[in-house]
Antibody, heavy 118, light 106 residues
């Protein structure tokens, strides 16, 4: 069974950093592109970052580019999201997702809640 | 960047009704369009990928269609367990979600 389990969420002050982790199991992690998607309270979904199988290619929307860094450790079947210079508008539930054939998100974690507030 | 406009934002329908939800892309996305269902308090779940391909385990009352810039999710006969918010996602160029459609029972 495919499982994605996020961790590392919490309350953080504006301007500070936080690192999320996603532990994958039930599939060959190194064969899949992976992504982070967030959802602000009572809002829609927003794509945050994508990483290639080896980690050599990463993609971000303008809203987080330069502040967030996606990375992975294939030996540990783990995905990460380093979030720096956090803003109140980064408050959201952050989901990790598996990309089938580099494109559609066919498996999702349960989400990690991040609150940016003083 | 490709923008996705989803409609309606809110939909109320009765059990057994045929329901349609639409997504319009700001440019041709070549059928690279998926649909997701998100029930309250849960993670999104993939229903349909690349316009009309039903994900394994999804009931056949769900179907998708479209081309170019216009795409549709259809529920042929609404069931109580279909109450959820539905999102489209384009993956033709990077990834962009539609704004969502909240579906409730009348």
């Amino acid at each position: 069974e495919v499982q994605l389990v996020e961790s590392g969420g919490g309350l953080v002050q504006p301007g500070r950093s936080l690192k999320l982790s996603c532990a994958a199991s039930g599939f060959t992690f190194s064969n899949y592109y992976m992504a982070w998607v967030r959802q602000a309270p009572k809002k829609g979904l927003e794509w945050v970052a994508t990483i290639s199988t080896s980690g050599s290619r990463t993609y971000y929307p303008d809203s987080v580019k330069g502040r967030f860094t996606i990375s992975r450790d294939n030996a540990k079947s783990s995905l990460y999201l380093q979030m720096n210079s956090l803003k109140s508008e980064d408050t959201a539930t952050y989901y990790c997702a598996r990309l089938e054939r580099y494109n559609w998100m066919d498996a999702w974690g349960q989400g990690a809640s991040v609150t940016v507030s003083s | 960047d490709i923008q996705m406009t989803q409609s309606p934002s809110f939909l109320s329908a009765s059990v057994g009704d045929r329901v349609t939800i639409n997504c319009k892309a700001s440019q041709n996305i070549n059928k690279y369009l998926d649909w997701y269902q998100q029930k309250h308090g849960e993670a999104p779940k993939l229903l349909i990928y690349n316009t009309n391909n039903l994900q394994t385990g999804i009931p056949s009352r769900f179907s998708g269609s479209g081309s170019g810039t216009d795409y549709t999710l259809t529920i042929s006969s609404l069931q109580p367990e279909d109450v959820a918010t539905y999102f489209c996602l384009q993956h033709s160029s990077r990834w962009t979600f539609g704004g969502g459609t909240k579906l409730e029972l009348k």
